[in-house]
C-alpha cells in the first residue's frame, strides 16, 4: 500500500492562494490514479482534482481556472496548486492513490478507484 503525506493547508483570505503537497512512499506497483479529494463538515467526500499516470488530468467544474493539480514522478509528489480561493472551499484535503490498471481505464475518477489515502490537510479560507 501507498503511504501517503499531505502538506501545505492553512488558513487564508478569499482570493488568496495556496499549494497542497502530498508525499508518495513505499510502493512497489505503478500508482496509475493520484488524485485530490475534499470533505467539508457535513458535506459529502468530492473528487477536486485527478491526474493519470500518462499526466491527463481532470477538474471538478467549482475549481476549474482556480486549481492545478500537477505532479513530480522524480520526487514522487503531487501537487495541487489552489488560486483565488473562496469560503466554500474550506474543507479537509485528501491526496489518494490508485495502483489498479482498471482504475485508470475508468478514469480515475471516482473515488472508489484509489486504494490509499493520506491523512488530510485542512484549508480554511475567510470572507
Known amino acids: 500500500q501507498v503511504q501517503l503525506v499531505e502538506s501545505g493547508g492553512g488558513s487564508v483570505q478569499a482570493g488568496g492562494s495556496l499549494r497542497l503537497s502530498c508525499a508518495a512512499s513505499?510502493?512497489?506497483?505503478?500508482?496509475?490514479?493520484m488524485g485530490w479529494f475534499r470533505q467539508a463538515p457535513g458535506k459529502e467526500r468530492e473528487r477536486v482534482a485527478t491526474?493519470?499516470?500518462?499526466?491527463?488530468?481532470r477538474h471538478a467544474d467549482s475549481v476549474t481556472g482556480r486549481f492545478t493539480i500537477s505532479k513530480d514522478n522524480a520526487k514522487n509528489t503531487l501537487y495541487l496548486q489552489m488560486n483565488d480561493l473562496k469560503p466554500e472551499d474550506t474543507a479537509m484535503y485528501y491526496c489518494?492513490?490508485?495502483?489498479?490498471?482498471?482504475?485508470?481505464?475508468?478514469?480515475?475518477?471516482?473515488?472508489?478507484?484509489?486504494?490509499?489515502w493520506g491523512q488530510g490537510t485542512q484549508v480554511t479560507i475567510s470572507s
Open positions: 513505499g510502493y512497489g506497483s505503478s500508482i496509475y490514479c
Open positions: 489518494a492513490a490508485g495502483t489498479r490498471r482498471t482504475s485508470w481505464y475508468r478514469g480515475c475518477a471516482a473515488a472508489v478507484e484509489y486504494d490509499s
Open positions: 491526474i493519470d499516470r500518462d499526466s491527463n488530468t
